[in-house]
């Protein structure tokens, strides 16, 4: 974010903070499912203007003490600040980020409803129960991204509105499924399978048969760590139309160090079930400076890209 104009700053940051919010209520393990989808709802309800401000305080007062991180327990004490900043924000800008919003709570909630108990492994049923997942907790802020820039970037890119959205889209579509893949070990151990059922079903597999036989899922893996990377390389066509050198390098981070991460994957194989997989912070420093010093020529970015995703 501070790399981008200064004009961008405010609506990204704050729907950012609104968005990491509510992930951090639907997160609370401590609090059952029940309840954390019902204050989600009243958290929704807030950001969309149809909650009290004290029902907002309650939520805070409940969520915060909760939290063992204690930067997620100052944003929670801070959602009635959040929430006001959102009211005095530009009214354009404040109904970008509603509308992010509405969408990112409906995955969050689907999530908490399928996978309330935690005692046993349920899968998503199909692939398209995958698809909509990433896109309402992901491929719906590329397609933010994009309006934002379109409205406060002069002279954005040189591709229509349109085909810019559906890139962001599977832009973020991709990213989600990053870290889909990167988490599966321990999303399985807390009983959630994003994997499509139909397709464990197809190899004779659930859920609960993954970390048991994990040479029997390898193909399943491969077939959506193929489906990221194309989709990335979406992220890389969007980030390369734009002309802002500024938006170009906050814009295009995310896919390398997603490329970067899946590399990371591949090379770990069955391994990346029982240990966690993540670029090492030096690493991502190292992108960082990187696309810095050659201020994000597209030339160089391709190059960094190629080489990460190897």
Known sequence: MRLLPRRLREPVALGYLLARSTD???D???????VRAEKLAVLSGAIQGKASPNAIADLAASFAPRQRNPDERALIESLPRCLEWLENLDPIDGHEIRTLLEKITRGQTLDLERFADSTQVRALPTAKDLDEYT???AGCVGEFWTRLCFRHVRRFTKLSEIEMSGL???YGMGLQLVNILRDVGSDLRKGRCYFPGEELDAVRMNGADILREPDRFRPIF???RE???EALESGMQYSLAIRSRRVRAATVLPALIGAR???LLRDAGTTALRRTIKVPRKEVRSMISSVAI???ARSELETMFARYKK
């Not at 609370?28 to 029940?34: H, L, S, V, W």
């Open 222 to 224: 491969r077939k959506w």
């Open 168 to 170: 962001g889209k599977s």
């Open 135 to 137: 896109y309402l907790v």
């Open 261 to 263: 991460t899946l590399s």
């Open 294 to 296: 050659t201020l994000a």
């Open 28 to 34: 609370t393990n401590e609090i059952p499912p029940a």
């Open 227 to 229: 489906k990221a990377e």
């Open 24 to 26: 951090t209520v639907a």
